[in-house]
C-alpha cells in the first residue's frame, strides 16, 4: 500500500517579532490543514516536525515559503503510511531549539553548510572530524561511522563540553545533527571559542539518507514523532545499541512507560513485554506507569494546552 501521509521537518532563523500572534495565526492554520505534530516558534524562528496528508503538507510548504521571512526553509519530507503524530502542539519558547544560546544568531555567524556530496567528498579527508552534536541516547542509537560523539544528555549540555574537543582545533570539523538545527549554533559556538574551519552537514542525517543509500550511517537515527527510529543506511543493517536491560543487540528504541523517567532507551521486544514497556522494575512498578501498547510511544500531555482555544471547530 502506497504512504499517503507526509512527515515534515524543518526549520527557519528568521526574526519574528510578535511570536505569540505568530502562534495563534500558525496554529488556526494547521488546524485547516488536519497537520499534527509539533511545532516551536521564538523570536528568533519556527522549528518543526509535522505530518499529514501528502496534499496538505504541500500546501503548508507553498504557504509558509510564501511569506519572505520563511522563503529560505528548507524541508526534509519522508513518507509514512499514517500520522506520525497524536496531537498538534504550536508552542511559543525563547529557542526553538534549547540550547542556552540565544544570544547567538546563525545568520550572523554560523558554520558553512555543505550539501550531501559536499558532505561525501569532504569527510574522507583526513584532518577532517566530524561530530556529532546529538544527545547520548541519539547517537547511542546511530551516528556515522567513526564520528567524534559527546557524552551530554541534552543539547543544552554542548557549552559545556567544547574544552573536551580542543585536541581538534587545527583540525576541519564538520558538525551534524538529526536535520540541521542544532549545528547552526554549535558550529557558531565553536567558532567563537578559536574553531577555524567549522562546516555543518546542511539537512542533517535525514538529508543525508534522503539524496544517499546511508552507507556510511551505522544503525538507526532517533526522530521526535511516533516512528521513534527511522532506517538512514539502505545498504546494509548495522546495529550499535544494546538493550538496556539485557544487553542484546538491539535497535527498538522506547520511551519509558513511567512519566517521570520517560528516558529514551533501546529494548528488545522480550524486556519490554517483561517489563510492559518501563525501563526497570521499578519504573514499571510507578503509579503513574501508561499503559504500553507494544510501542513505547506517548503522545506529549496537553498539560492545560488546548489546541483549539479561540478557533471555530
Do not use: W
Request: some cysteine; hydrophobic content about 30%; glycine content about 6%.
Amino acid at each position: 500500500m502506497d504512504a499517503l501521509y507526509t512527515v515534515l521537518l524543518y526549520y527557519c532563523y528568521t526574526p519574528i517579532d510578535n511570536p505569540e500572534i505568530f502562534r495563534a495565526q500558525h496554529h488556526h492554520y494547521c488546524l485547516t490543514q488536519n497537520l499534527k505534530g509539533r511545532i516551536i516558534i521564538a523570536s528568533e524562528g519556527i522549528n518543526g516536525t509535522i505530518s499529514g496528508l501528502k496534499e496538505n503538507c504541500d500546501h503548508y510548504i507553498q504557504t509558509l515559503q510564501k511569506e519572505p521571512r520563511f522563503s529560505k526553509t528548507k524541508f526534509k519530507i519522508a513518507t509514512y503510511t499514517q500520522h506520525a503524530f497524536q496531537k498538534l502542539h504550536v508552542r511559543v519558547k525563547k529557542e526553538i531549539v534549547h540550547a542556552n544560546l540565544s544570544h547567538i544568531d546563525p545568520n550572523k555567524k554560523t558554520g558553512k553548510h555543505l550539501t550531501v556530496p559536499a558532505f561525501e567528498k569532504m569527510k574522507k579527508e583526513t584532518d577532517v572530524i566530524l561530530l556529532d552534536v546529538r544527545s547520548n541516547y541519539e547517537h547511542q542509537l546511530g551516528k556515522f561511522k567513526d564520528a567524534v560523539t559527546l557524552d551530554i544528555d541534552n543539547f543544552r549540555d554542548f557549552a559545556q563540553k567544547v574544552d573536551t574537543l580542543a585536541p581538534f582545533k587545527k583540525k576541519k570539523i564538520i558538525t551534524y545533527c538529526t536535520g540541521g538545527i542544532k549545528c547552526e549554533k554549535a558550529s557558531a559556538y565553536l567558532l567563537a571559542h578559536g574553531f577555524e574551519n567549522v562546516y555543518q552537514l546542511h539537512g542533517g542525517i535525514i538529508q543525508y539518507g534522503l539524496e544517499t543509500d546511508g552507507k556510511d550511517f551505522e544503525g538507526k537515527c532517533y526522530v521526535f514523532d511516533n516512528r521513534i527510529a527511522t532506517d538512514i543506511n539502505q545498504k546494509e543493517k548495522i546495529i550499535i545499541s544494546t538493550c538496556y536491560v539485557c544487553q542484546v543487540s538491539c535497535d527498538r528504541m522506547i520511551n519509558c512507560a513511567n512519566p517521570r523517567c520517560n528516558q529514551h532507551v533501546a529494548l528488545c521486544h522480550s524486556c519490554a513485554e517483561t517489563l510492559s514497556g518501563a525501563c526497570s522494575p521499578l519504573c514499571q512498578k510507578h503509579p503513574a506507569k501508561r499503559p504500553y501498547d507494544g510501542t513505547g510511544y506517548y503522545a506529549k500531555q496537553m498539560n492545560g494546552y488546548d489546541p483549539y482555544k479561540g478557533s471555530k471547530r
